[in-house]
């Protein structure tokens, strides 16, 4: 097997930014409880239009540039979402006739808030495999457009991003060990209920507000903290390492509050976890690589780093990925 490793990254933000000031004018909240809830000052916003595969087409554009390689050089696109254009074809195909990848195999996953996790692991196997040799990993959402701005609970959490990155061999570790998991019987406590084949789009759907993002963020709190810890653990374990060898975590970023449990629980100071939830909130499948490709940029993640990445989200599902940089 060959030893793969992230060769390019790149990120992209939409320009609209929504402000937790702005979030005051729409629904009865405060930027004090949203900051001190969340850790959330601020998320970007989509255009109208902006679908899913043009945040995906310039954080791919940049990926690719950062890696050195042309579009036609990559034989994989693997897109991370749970917000794709539409519900077919896959966003990785509609990228790929963005960028001009002719040939390449695509597909989408939904992994929720891991998807990205997922990505990685999934797209290692067939570089290790030499079944392909380049393979791009997206996370991309517009959550917005699933957003309920009437529903508090729910609408100061979410953002739209993406992130990319290229997959190669590489000459030292690169990703080590990664660790997938679900818990299929809590889907319950997060999810979309209509627009799929259980519950088609109908008038009653859309008066009922079915097509929006229900959480029951209360119980999946202590899930979540508990559940990211036992995946840091188990990957780090299986990759023959302890907490001391980590240079830095790159968790999913739903509440600050939540990934400084996990770090305390693990005893990973606060200088070695990167968030950026402050600027961008919950972006689901592209929130950890969205992370990743900033601290890389920031001189954050250097050569030779252990990386650990852990995330969770809807499905229930987690993963977690350890990186030699
Ligand atoms: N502004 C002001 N008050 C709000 C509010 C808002 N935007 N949203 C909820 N509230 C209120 C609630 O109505 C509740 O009021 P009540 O006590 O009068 O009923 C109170 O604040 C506390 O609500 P609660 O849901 O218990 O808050 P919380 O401290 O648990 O924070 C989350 C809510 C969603 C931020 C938090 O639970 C969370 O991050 N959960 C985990 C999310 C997660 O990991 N998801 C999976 C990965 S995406």
């Given at each position: 097997m060959k030893k793969v490793?992230?060769?390019?990254?790149?990120?992209y933000l939409p320009e609209k930014i929504l402000t937790n000031a702005d979030l005051e004018k729409m629904v009865d909240t405060s930027?004090?409880?949203?900051?001190?809830?969340?850790?959330?000052k601020e998320r970007h916003q989509a255009a109208k239009g902006e679908a899913a595969s043009d945040l995906a087409f310039k954080a791919a554009e940049e990926a690719l540039k950062n890696a050195k390689l042309k579009a036609e050089d990559l034989d994989l696109i693997v897109v991370a979402t749970i917000t794709g254009d539409m519900p077919c074809p896959s966003v990785a195909s509609i990228l790929q006739n963005k960028l001009g990848a002719k040939g390449a195999a695509c597909f989408d996953i939904s992994a929720a808030c891991a998807g990205f996790v997922y990505g990685i692991s999934v797209a290692q196997q067939f570089v290790a495999s030499a079944t392909y040799k380049n393979a791009l990993v997206v996370g991309v959402e517009v959550l917005t457009s699933v957003t309920d701005w009437q529903d508090r609970n729910t609408c100061v959490l979410f953002g739209d991003g993406a992130g990319a990155v290229v997959l190669s061999e590489v000459k030292n570790r690169g990703i080590i060990s990664t660790y997938l998991g679900c818990d299929g019987s809590k889907l319950g406590l997060l999810n979309i209920p209509a627009g799929g084949s259980a519950n088609p789009a109908s008038t009653e759907t859309v008066r009922n507000r079915q097509?929006?993002?229900?959480?029951?963020?209360?119980?999946?709190?202590?899930?979540a903290v508990n559940t990211m810890t036992r995946a840091a653990e188990i990957v780090l374990e299986q990759a023959g390492m302890t907490f001391a060898d980590v240079d830095i975590i790159i968790p999913h970023q739903a509440n600050a509050r939540i990934i400084m449990a996990v770090a305390k629980k693990l005893g990973i100071p606060e200088g070695r976890v990167y968030l950026n939830i402050e600027r961008c909130g919950n972006m689901s499948s592209?929130?950890?690589?969205?992370a990743l490709c900033e601290a890389v940029?920031?001189?954050?993640?250097?050569k030779g780093d252990i990386v650990l990445l852990d995330a969770f989200g809807a499905g229930l599902?987690?993963?977690?990925?350890?990186?030699?940089?």
């Open positions: 490793g992230i060769i390019g990254v790149g990120e930027d004090e409880w949203i900051t001190t809830r969340t850790g959330i097509h929006f993002i229900k959480m029951q963020g209360n119980e999946l709190f202590k899930i592209a929130s950890t690589v969205t940029r920031e001189g954050r993640v250097k599902v987690w993963g977690a990925c350890v990186i030699e940089w």
